[in-house]
T-cell receptor
């Protein structure tokens, strides 16, 4: 089955610790995205990547970092610099970022910082 | 720049009643419009999309949306809702030069028995 997987589904961390969220896709999509979802605020773009070894900041990149060493993988690190990291994080992919097309979403990771 | 406004944060409705979820957008270029659905603690799934052609688009589970360029709207409708339609619905817009979609804040559809 083709799709996007995110792990873990739930993640608890202590304040001040960095944490990495996994995102893998086997759809052969070029573009991948990370969103943060908070109640009543919709989806806000953190980072996106059009191609391997290239990524761009989205609207709320501060306190986050990413890498794109493989086409299939786009991990997100939530650093201690992120002031309010507790949220639902969604990874998505699309065929390309240079033309119109829908995004395919993973099941999400709910991060709670204690 | 583009933006999306979903006019209702929550829409309660009784089962088998009709429903309309409103979406207005702002964009200076030709647009592509999407509706996504999100069930609790899950990711988003594409419900339907408008790229070009017929302004009325339909989904496989009875939803439809109509692109209205003059009113810059893309409202989602269903003539008779089911309990299983209870979910969060997101409208999104993308366009030439900015193919990354901009999402609205979402509308929570609550279907009561």
């Amino acid at each position: 089955d083709g799709g996007i997987t995110q792990s873990p589904k739930y993640l608890f961390r202590k304040e001040g610790q960095n944490v990495t969220l996994s995102c893998e896709q086997n759809l052969n999509h070029d573009a991948m995205y990370w969103y943060r979802q908070d109640p009543g605020q919709g989806l806000r773009l953190i980072y996106y990547s059009q191609i391997v070894n290239d990524f761009q900041k989205g609207d709320i990149a501060e306190g986050y970092s990413v890498s794109r060493e493989k086409k299939e993988s786009f991990p997100l690190t939530v650093t201690s610099a992120q002031k309010n990291p507790t949220a639902f994080y969604l990874c998505a992919s699309s065929i390309s970022q240079i033309t119109y097309n829908e995004q395919f979403f993973g099941p999400g990771t709910r991060l709670t910082v204690l | 720049a583009q933006s999306v406004t979903q006019l209702d944060s929550q829409v309660p409705v009784f089962e088998e009643a009709p429903v309309e979820l409103r979406c207005n957008y702002s964009s200076s270029v030709s647009v592509y419009l999407f509706w996504y659905v999100q069930y609790p603690n899950q990711g988003l799934q594409l419900l339907l999309k408008y790229l070009s052609g017929s302004t009325l688009v339909e989904s496989i589970n009875g939803f439809e949306a109509e692109f209205n360029k003059s009113q810059t709207s893309f409202h989602l409708r269903k003539p008779s809702v089911h309990i299983s339609d209870t979910a969060e619905y997101f409208c999104a817009v993308s366009g030439r030069g900015s193919y990354i979609p901009t999402f609205g804040r979402g509308t929570s559809l609550i279907v009561h028995p």
